[in-house]
C-alpha cells in the first residue's frame, strides 16, 4: 500500500502515545500537540506500522524524571494548574513559566509522556531489541535541570541519553532543528561520554537562544565535545546536506559513538512558521539516512516544527526511510534494498486529507523563492566546516 517491498535489515520501534497529543498550550502558541496526530495518521494512511513494531508508551514516573531534573521542579510541575497557578506566583519566574512555556491543563501528563516514551525507546536500543527507535512527541532540547524554557519543561534527550550512559561508553547526539539544542549541550558540557552537535540559526541577540556560536566547545573534560555550526537565514537544501555530511562524517569517524541520538526538529523546513531556513523534506530526510548508514544504535526524536502539515509530511517520510536501507558495508550485497520509496500521492482515505490541499502531495516546494535568502556564502560554510575540523583533532576515539 503505497511501499515497496524490501528487506528490513533493521528492527525499527515506533513509540507513540495518542494521549500526548490531546494537550493544548493555549490560543495561538506555536507549538501544537496535534501535529503528532497529523503526523500518526500519515505513517498509518501508507502502512507503514507493518514494517515496525509499534509500541504504546507510558508515562514516565517521577523517579526517572529526577535523573535529570530537580525535586523541587518536579513538584512544581505535578502540582500547578491553570486553576491555581496564582498559589505558585514566586516558583513562575523561578522556572521560567511564561508566553513561550505556559501552564496547561495536563501539562504534567504531556511531560511524562512524551518522556517516557523517549526512555522506552532508550531501553529498545539498549536491549537489543531495536536498531533504531523513534519518538516523534519528544526531542525538547531546551528544558533545563529546573527550569522550562522555549516550549520544553522536562528535557526527555537528556534523560535518554542518561540511559544509554549506563551501557554506552559515548552518546553522538545531533541536533538539527533550526534553534540551538542548548539544554543538552549544558547537561552534558563537561563531558566528554556524550558529543553534542547542533546545527541552528545563530544571531545572538535577535534568534532564541542567542547561544551556539562556533566558539561554544564545552569545558573541563568536556572541552572539544561540544561542537556548534552556527548558520544565517535560508540556508539551501544543498549547502545544508553537503555541510552535514562533511561534518557528520568524522565526527562519527573521529569520536566512534557507540550510540546516536538525532533531533529532528522540522522547523528547519522552509516554510515553518518560526524557522528561517530553505530546507525541503528530502534533503532533511537525507540528514537523517546519511546518520541511518553508520549502523549505529539510533534513537530518533521530534522536536520543534510550526507548520503542522510539513511536520507531518517530514516525520512520515522520515518514518518510511528509516526501516528501508542499510548500512553503508551490506551495501554492495543488498543492492536489491533500495528503500521504502513511499509515493508522493498522500493515502486516499486519510481522516485529515484536508490539511494538505491544493496538492495532496508528500513533497509540495518548501523553499518559498525569495522568503529567506540565502544568507550563507560557500566562503562562509567553509570556515565553519574549518573551525569543526580544528576541533576534532583533539578528540581520541
Ligand atoms: N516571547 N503566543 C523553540 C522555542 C522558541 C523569547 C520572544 C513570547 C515564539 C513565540 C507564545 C500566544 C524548539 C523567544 C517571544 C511571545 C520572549 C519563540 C505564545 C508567538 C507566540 O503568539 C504566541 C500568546 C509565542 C511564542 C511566538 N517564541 C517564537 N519564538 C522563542 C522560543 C523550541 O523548536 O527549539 C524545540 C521544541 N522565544 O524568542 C521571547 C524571547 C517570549
Ligand atoms: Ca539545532
Ligand atoms: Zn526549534
Request: net charge negative; aromatic share 12%.
Amino acid at each position: 500500500l503505497g511501499v515497496n517491498p524490501q528487506v528490513n535489515m533493521f528492527q525499527v520501534s515506533y513509540h507513540h502515545n495518542a494521549m500526548a497529543e490531546n494537550h493544548h498550550f493555549g490560543a495561538a502558541h506555536p507549538m501544537k500537540p496535534w501535529r503528532l496526530t497529523l503526523t500518526n495518521q500519515l505513517v498509518l494512511g501508507y502502512g507503514l506500522h507493518e514494517h515496525m513494531d509499534t509500541y504504546s508508551t507510558r508515562p514516565a514516573n517521577e523517579d526517572e524524571l529526577k535523573d535529570f531534573h530537580g525535586d523541587d521542579y518536579l513538584e512544581f510541575l505535578k502540582r500547578v494548574t491553570p486553576h491555581n497557578t496564582q498559589e505558585f506566583a514566586n516558583d513562575l519566574s523561578k522556572f521560567n513559566i511564561g508566553d513561550d512555556c505556559p501552564i496547561f491543563d495536563g501539562i504534567w501528563d504531556y511531560c511524562s509522556l512524551y518522556a517516557g516514551a523517549s526512555l522506552d525507546a532508550a531501553k529498545k536500543l539498549i536491549n537489543h531489541q531495536s536498531d533504531i527507535a523513534i519518538n516523534w512527541s519528544g526531542g525538547l532540547h531546551h528544558a533545563k535541570k529546573s527550569e522550562a524554557s522555549g516550549f520544553c519543561y522536562i528535557n526527555d534527550i537528556v534523560l535518554a541519553i542518561l540511559q544509554l550512559l549506563r551501557y554506552h561508553p559515548r552518546v553522538l547526539y545531533i541536533d538539527i532543528d533550526v534553534h540551538h539544542g542548548d539544554g543538552v549541550e549544558q547537561a552534558f558540557f563537561s563531558t566528554d561520554r556524550v558529543m553534542t552537535l547542533s546545527l541552528h540559526k545563530y544571531d545572538k541577540d535577535n534568534f532564541f537562544p542567542g547561544t551556539g556560536n562556533w566558539d561554544d566547545i564545552g569545558g573541563g573534560a568536556g572541552k572539544h565535545y561540544a561542537l556548534n555550526v552556527p548558520l544565517k537565514d535560508g540556508i539551501d537544501d544543498e549547502s545544508y546536506v553537503r555541510l552535514f555530511k562533511q561534518i557528520v562524517e568524522p565526527v562519527i569517524e573521529k569520536y566512534c559513538p557507540t550510540a546516536v541520538v538525532l533531533q529532528c526538529g522540522a522547523d528547519s523546513l522552509g516554510s515553518d512558521k518560526l524557522g528561517c531556513f530553505n530546507l525541503n523534506i528530502k534533503a532533511h530526510g537525507a540528514c537523517v539516512e546519511f546518520v541511518k548508514k553508520f549502523g549505529l544504535p539510533l534513537l530518533v526524536l521530534g522536536g520543534g516544527g510550526y507548520t503542522p502539515r510539513n511536520v507531518s509530511r517530514l516525520w512520515t517520510y522520515e518514518t518510511a526511510y528509516t526501516p528501508s536501507h542499510i548500512p553503508m558495508a551490506n551495501a554492495s550485497t543488498n543492492t536489491i534494498c533500495v528503500g521504502a520509496e513511499i509515493e508522493d500521492d498522500l493515502p486516499a482515505r486519510s481522516p485529515y486529507r484536508e490539511y494538505f490541499g491544493p496538492d495532496y502531495k508528500l513533497h509540495p516546494p518548501l523553499s518559498k523563492e525569495g522568503k529567506y535568502e540565502n544568507k550563507n556564502s560557500k566562503k562562509y560554510l567553509e570556515s565553519m566546516k574549518t573551525k569543526i575540523m580544528e576541533h576534532l583533532r583533539f578528540i581520541d576515539g
